[in-house]
């Protein structure tokens, strides 16, 4: 039984030492801000940034785990898919999921389970929701739509 252990262990350890050779997950850029979100508050933009700008910014802070797949693989990807939907630092441009929001706030959705588990101060308190909330109710909102709504998937009217 011992053999065995030992055979896997080897094998384990193989796999995750063959796996950091892999290309994907080792690129950790952040492109240059356009234009921040403009926070009606520092005490909303500090909340935002430590709930969201991790995933929905060119702020990202990598942590170390980021540079160990497959850790990085997954982290990389939620960066790239999060910035795709809704970026605070380029509100000079259409946002895709703008219009969502407060909603995804609000219904608890963002920031994802996932994501607080390993960042405990990322976590919002009702009372953060509803600072957080507060502030983007009274934002500018980015180019293609009214207050909370930008460019949505496939969407095609003017606003």
Same mark, same amino acid.
């Given at each position: 039984m011992?053999? !065995? *252990?030992?055979?896997?262990?080897? *094998?384990?350890?193989?796999?995750? !030492?063959?796996?950091?050779? *892999? ?6 850029? $952040?492109?240059? !801000? ?15 940034r430590? /709930? ?5 910014s ?8 980021? $540079? ?10 939620? !960066? ?27 219904? +608890? ?6 994501y607080?588990?390993?960042h405990? +101060? ?15 109710? /009274?934002?500018?909102p ?5 207050r909370?709504? +930008?460019r949505?998937? +496939?969407?095609?009217?003017?606003d």
């Amino acid at each position: 039984m011992s053999r !065995v *252990v030992r055979i896997v262990a080897v *094998v384990a350890v193989f796999a995750f !030492v063959a796996i950091q050779l *892999v290309p994907y997950g080792h690129d950790h850029t $952040n492109p240059k !801000v356009t234009k921040d979100a403009p926070w009606p508050t520092e005490q909303a933009a500090a909340i935002a940034r430590a /709930s969201c700008y991790d995933c929905h910014s060119n702020e990202t802070k990598w942590r170390w785990y980021t $540079n160990l797949a497959p850790a990085s693989f997954y982290t990389v990807h939620d !960066v790239k898919e999060g910035r795709d939907h809704l970026n605070f630092s380029e509100w000079d441009t259409p946002q895709r999921a703008a219009r969502d929001l407060e909603e995804v706030i609000r219904e +608890g959705s963002m920031p994802p389970r996932e994501y607080t588990i390993l960042h405990r +101060g990322a976590s919002l308190s009702a009372a953060e929701k509803k600072t957080l909330l507060d502030a983007i109710a /009274s934002m500018d909102p980015p180019p293609g739509g009214d207050r909370g709504r +930008g460019r949505g998937d +496939g969407d095609t009217d003017s606003d």
